[in-house]
């Protein structure tokens, strides 16, 4: 056994030390156990141990591979966004009493980590207007099949309802999440002209679902304008209402708590945390006050109590609901969740306050409206597609143009988008999702339409 | 004694650290302006005018405070929490290793965070070579030849696996197979995983040597068999010496091998998963590989299989093809996604940057220190009063142990939770207590390769001293503890009287003072 840097009694001379307090002399000993024709003569091999520096330099060698939203622009959405981090969130995630502690099991020496969590729990509220949020899953895919497994609980029905328009790869994952339950997924068209659902069409399937579901905005960045008509077509059939949102839209649009949705999900990535290829991510799930939804909730809750000594803390909550409790009915398997980005969630919706949120959404919905517009008016492209009012993201349409090449040529010149859809939607292969932040200047937007228009021409 | 005292801010009459929400604001907070001519361009004077009127909002209840203020209330709340970096962190089955900062710094790279899963292939083939070399190593050290990188977390990976269980089981006509058999003493979150994935869950009990009993594993393996869920070392802290016939059992009935990797860290280099007989294995990377647990994530967990279940894999999987990565989407009968885009993938460059560091003798240096601390801690421990040893005694333990506060108890009325609490006071984070649930008043603890001999000793030295004190005065662990930023808690309050939001609070406040005093 080889001495290393990172691992304290990892010397010759303390080994034997403690190995002779035990009465042993060799590591070898303490895996008696191990039945012998299963013990590896020699390590696998992974390659020789490297030191810091070469480590640094093997890492940026290879990532230099790999092209930056600091080196290009990035108009790419769909779930995973390139908002602005303030700096004050890094350096806070960054402290070592909330980057390495686990589960605040032991509730006395981590307040910091449950306040932290309760308050994101309480954020989250506000922003959606439900009255208890999880402490986080996975991200908003994973949310979305929880929501219906919640909802088949409640119910006990075994149908799932979920437009077309909801992003493509969480359709995938609610199937894979039901499959094994036998439950129906039933999907339903949007409609031609507006990009919304065809309420029509959800409500003719809206018989004996457990769960009517709708994005909003949806994958093609339009803001459902009937969640209120959606919810009470599924309280009508004794369904719950689940809501699918961008947070960041809900500083300036009416959540769905004030329109009568039962559960949100949604992402949370970009409430104060970087892209980084996807993950981690942060799944936002929220409920109406109703204890027979807050108890079907999968995962960690934090609440509040008081302490012998006469003060106001914070524990874990309804653990009953749990694995740890529970085992095999448990409301999920769940255990390690996506914390550390809940509690940059916390610092930054604490640090952007009610003025930065709302100006932020206004940005956008401006940003958005003027990049559509400036689309336009290129000859041969279309923006928006759709008629809905759109939120951030948008699709263009370049009428007979097959997209995939298209991509690659806007990375050259230093664009990321837009991405094309019709690998999920052949009806609109000539289409691609466009999305903006806030980071992105006019003079950037200007490039990107221009550089658009370069690149479809064939 | 030594003198430990978690900081404790206390800036009101009966809480610590005020709510985001009671705070006072002054000064401006973030704005966003909108670039000139945008308006102009799009014909309006107002941005509102842009959005449908039915679809505005007036108020979202956000705070407003400045960046000071959020700056010190977020430092006072991490001064009011303990991390790996504050002192031991034993908690067992977490393996709360040191976090090397160079895995940290290589993360926040913007080549690792500023890259978007939608980009074109040729523009992220660094961050694919990374996912692409993790999964060779990970491939080396467990014998199972394909991996994917999918799972967040070691749950999610034991969700993975099982789908892929009773998928393949499908395809070979064998869907009628729909029991999970599960020890005793497996985590929780098996038993939970298993059932979501569709199968009935058989336990399986544990023998007197705190091992997976055969007889009752023969008994229950049979033609409804899918599967069985372990991990070894088990949760005991004790290797499942029988792990051959374990397979064999389960082989032979036509169930697959499923080994949950959370204690893979006391075998690291040392045993191959495939050599055990696994079919299908989960690795919490941020236990082995010495990603942070960020207070409960993120991590990842990565799944594994053998060869002849790689087509059961989710999609996408990262592929060489010649000197190209690509990010493959035909696999035959893959289970389908279990979460959007590929995985944690900071996480996964951390996992890859501390393995680069380990190498190959590292691994070994790993598992034999965690193994030596733990059978060090355990011998100094389980001769002190109050203490047993239920499961492996006279035996090595591997990389955590658990003890038995029971006898304690019985004499002096005070129970491991106590104990754990007065650890607190010591400057110790406790062990993970009351799993598993067959040792009474269990006291799980992993000290990890992280910890040095000095601190081993001071640990023990506490734990003397507390066992002495519950002895001579019990009444005074059982409050325990004083020296964190809060006394003990009423945790069983939190769930009578949920109050789970900002909003809960004050309806409840708003409640109490509408029925007035008295
Ligand atoms: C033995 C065991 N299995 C599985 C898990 C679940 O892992 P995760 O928390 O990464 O989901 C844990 C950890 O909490 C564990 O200790």
Redesign the pocket.
């Known amino acids: 056994m080889r001495a290393h840097r990172i691992v304290p009694n990892s010397d010759e001379n303390t080994v034997k030390i403690m190995l002779s307090k035990m009465g042993l002399s060799s590591i070898s000993d303490l895996f008696s156990d191990v039945p012998r024709e299963i013990v590896l003569r020699e390590p696998p091999n992974i390659g020789e141990g490297i030191e810091e520096e070469e480590l640094e330099r093997e890492a940026r060698e290879i990532l230099r591979l790999n092209l930056t939203a600091e080196d290009a622009r990035c108009f790419l959405g769909g779930g995973i966004w390139d908002h602005f981090v303030p700096p004050l969130v890094d350096f806070i995630a960054s402290r070592q009493e909330f980057l390495t502690a686990y589960t605040p099991y032991q509730a006395e020496t981590s307040q910091g980590a449950l306040q932290a969590i309760f308050e994101y729990q309480s954020l989250i509220c506000e922003l959606t207007g439900m009255d208890v949020a999880s402490a986080s899953l996975y991200d908003w895919s994973t949310a979305l099949a929880e929501a219906a497994r919640l909802a088949i609980r409640v119910t006990r029905r075994r149908k799932v309802v979920i437009p077309r328009s909801a992003h493509p790869e969480r359709r995938e994952v609610l199937r894979t999440y039901l499959r094994p339950l036998g439950v129906d997924v039933v999907e339903v068209p949007y409609l031609g002209e507006e990009g919304t659902v065809d309420l029509e069409a959800l409500e003719g399937s809206a018989d004996d679902a457990a769960m009517i579901y709708l994005e909003s905005p949806n994958f093609f960045g339009v803001v459902e304008d009937s969640v209120e008509a959606a919810a009470d077509l599924a309280h009508s059939r004794g369904a719950l209402a689940a809501v699918g949102v961008d947070p960041l839209a809900l500083g300036v649009m009416r959540p769905p708590g004030e329109q009568g949705a039962d559960v949100v999900v949604g992402e949370g990535q970009h409430l104060g945390s970087p892209m980084s290829f996807g993950g981690p991510s942060l799944g936002i799930m929220a409920v109406r006050g109703e204890m027979r939804l807050v108890r079907q909730m999968p995962g960690r809750l934090i609440g509040m109590t008081v302490s012998a000594d006469g003060l106001r803390g914070f524990t874990m909550a309804l653990q009953t609901r749990e694995q740890h409790i529970r085992q095999e009915r448990a409301t999920s398997n769940?255990?390690?969740n996506e914390s550390l980005l809940a509690i940059r969630a916390a610092v930054y919706l604490t640090l952007l306050g009610e003025e930065g949120i709302r100006s932020l959404g206004l940005k956008l919905v401006a940003s958005s409206a003027y990049l559509m517009r400036r689309i336009s008016e290129i000859a041969g492209l279309e923006a928006p597609v759709f008629s809905g009012f759109h939120f951030k993201e948008f699709l263009v349409r370049a009428e007979g143009i097959d997209w995939s090449e298209i991509p690659e040529r806007m990375a050259r010149s230093g664009f990321l988008g837009p991405l094309p859809i019709g690998r999920w939607y052949g009806e609109l292969y000539d289409c691609a999702l466009t999305a903006v932040t806030e980071r992105l200047t006019k003079e950037d937007m200007d490039s990107f339409a221009d550089a658009l228009g370069e690149g479809v021409r064939p | 004694m030594r003198d430990y005292r978690q900081a404790r801010w206390r800036l009101g009459e009966d809480f610590l650290e005020p709510l985001v929400f009671e705070m006072k604001g002054g000064g401006g907070s973030y704005k966003f302006r909108i670039e000139e001519g945008i308006l102009d361009y799009l014909g309006v004077s107002d941005p509102w005018q842009l959005i449908p009127p039915d679809l505005r909002r007036d108020e979202v209840g956000l705070p407003s405070l400045t960046e000071p203020r959020v700056a010190r209330h977020f430092v006072r709340l991490s001064q009011m929490n303990y991390g790996v970096e504050s002192g031991p962190y034993w908690l067992g089955?977490?393996t709360m290793k040191y976090n090397p900062k160079i895995s940290e710094k290589i993360a926040s790279l913007p080549q690792v965070s500023r890259i978007h899963p939608y980009q074109p292939e040729s523009t992220v083939q660094g961050a694919l070579k990374i996912m692409f070399e993790l999964s060779e190593m990970l491939a080396e050290i467990t014998g199972l030849p394909h991996f994917s990188l999918q799972p967040a977390?070691?749950?999610?990976g034991?969700f993975l696996g099982a789908l892929i269980i009773r998928r393949h089981l499908e395809e070979l006509g064998e869907g009628r197979r729909d029991e999970m058999l599960i020890p005793v003493s497996a985590?929780g979150?098996?038993f939970a995983s298993a059932a979501m994935a569709g199968f009935k869950v058989v336990k399986i009990p544990a023998d007197g040597r705190g091992r997976i009993d055969l007889g009752a594993l023969r008994a229950a393996a049979g033609e409804r068999t899918a599967g069985l869920m372990t991990?070894n070392p088990n949760?005991l802290g004790l290797f499942e010496d029988g792990i051959l016939e374990v397979a064999e059992v389960v082989h032979s009935a036509g169930g697959l091998l499923y080994y949950?990797g959370?204690?893979l860290n006391a075998i690291l280099g040392r045993v191959l998963l495939s050599s055990m007989g696994v079919d299908v294995a989960h690795l919490?990377l941020?236990k082995t590989f010495s990603t942070p647990h960020g207070t409960g994530g993120p991590?990842a967990?990565a799944v594994g299989v053998r060869e002849g279940l790689q087509d059961y894999l989710p999609v996408p999987v990262v592929r060489r093809e010649g000197d190209r990565y690509v990010l493959d989407y035909s696999v035959p009968k893959t289970v389908g996604r279990i979460r959007s885009f590929y995985g944690n993938f900071a996480v996964l460059v951390k996992a890859w940057a501390y393995l680069k560091m380990l190498g190959s003798e590292g691994l070994r240096t790993v598992s034999g220190v965690a193994v030596l601390n733990a059978n060090y801690a355990k011998s100094r421990l389980e001769g002190l009063p109050g203490v047993e040893v239920p499961y492996g005694r006279g035996e090595p333990c591997k990389h955590e142990f658990v003890l038995s506060l029971e006898p304690l108890k019985r004499e002096t009325g005070v129970r491991a939770l106590d104990v754990a609490k007065r650890l607190m006071d010591y400057g110790v984070h406790p062990p993970t207590i009351y799993f598993p649930p067959i040792v009474r008043e269990a006291f799980m603890m992993e000290p990890t390769e992280s910890d040095g001999l000095d601190e081993i000793e001071d640990y023990v030295r506490a734990m003397e001293e507390i066992l002495e004190e519950a002895a001579e005065n019990p009444e005074s662990v059982k409050s325990a503890p004083s020296r964190t930023a809060i006394g003990r808690l009423d945790e069983a309050l939190a769930t009578k009287r949920p109050i789970l939001s900002w909003r809960m609070y004050e309806n409840k406040r708003r409640e109490e003072e509408g029925r007035g005093p008295g």
């Open positions: 769940i255990t390690s | 089955s977490c977390a070691g749950a999610h034991e985590h979150s098996n991990t949760t949950d959370a204690n919490n941020h991590g967990g």
